[in-house]
């Protein structure tokens, strides 16, 4: 049975040995699945996605949950990262800068460096043709909010939730400290077990679906 957040709050329930609201219930397991998100470049949290390129067309939106870009690439060559800082100086002539009179006549070519700024990728050269654009980037978390909403923490750690809010309904009960202490002794030491169980699986480039469509 998959660990919804009705499931989370009854759980929180139990260890409390009371009906913890459910507002503050929510509000604090959000809180800690965002606290868990953050502690590391969780595999969980990696996806892929692509785009095609339009002849001409420069910056491209990439997934919506998308937070951060890991690796970007077209079937055949890796695309480098760059800053905006780099893109400046280094190319006056890309369009977000035409205004200073440059001209765009030698930007065009097989993209081979590219931006993530303000939530689009931007591509330089500027493609003069149509291919894929693959990359492998960084999931955000969405609060959960329906009874039916279950956290993208494999279901085997989904309980790190629990652990969590059940320390800030302690702080908020104003319990014994020694509980307190050893409440968040736990939440600590099964964020750490999570960390080293998850670097143990994390192999960027099978991600991305260019390397099974490079197979075939």
């Known amino acids: 049975m998959a660990t919804t957040l009705t499931s989370l709050q009854t759980k929180l329930n139990n260890l409390a040995d009371e009906t913890v609201d459910a507002t503050k219930a929510t509000s604090w397991i959000n809180d800690v699945y965002k606290d868990v998100a953050s502690r590391t470049d969780w595999t969980w949290l990696q996806s892929s996605s692509n785009f ?15 937070t951060r870009i890991y690796q970007v690439r077209t079937k055949d060559n890796e ?11 280094n190319h006056p002539e890309y369009p977000e800068y035409t205004d200073l009179g440059g001209s765009i006549t030698n930007a065009y070519g097989d ?6 700024w303000d939530g689009e990728v931007l591509l330089y050269p500027i493609p003069d043709d149509v291919r ?3 990359y492998l980037y960084r999931k955000t978390v969405s609060d959960l909010s329906s009874p039916s909403d279950a956290p993208i923490i494999p279901e085997e750690h989904r309980e790190v ?4 809010a059940y320390t800030k309904w302690l702080t908020a009960d104003e319990a014994d400290e020694y509980m307190l202490q050893n409440a968040k002794s736990e ?4 964020i750490q077990t999570m960390i080293a169980q998850d670097a143990s699986k994390k ?8 390397a099974v469509d490079r197979e075939e």
């Open 111 to 116: 993209p081979t460096d590219y931006v993530y």
């Open 132 to 134: 894929t654009v693959y």
């Open 161 to 164: 939730l629990v652990l969590g």
């Open 79 to 89: 695309i480098t990262p760059q800053t905006r800082e780099w893109l400046f100086a």
């Open 52 to 66: 095609d390129t339009v002849v001409g067309g420069y910056s491209y939106s990439p997934a919506a949950d998308c």
């Open 187 to 190: 939440y600590e030491q099964k």
């Open 203 to 210: 192999n960027v480039g099978s991600n991305i679906p260019w």
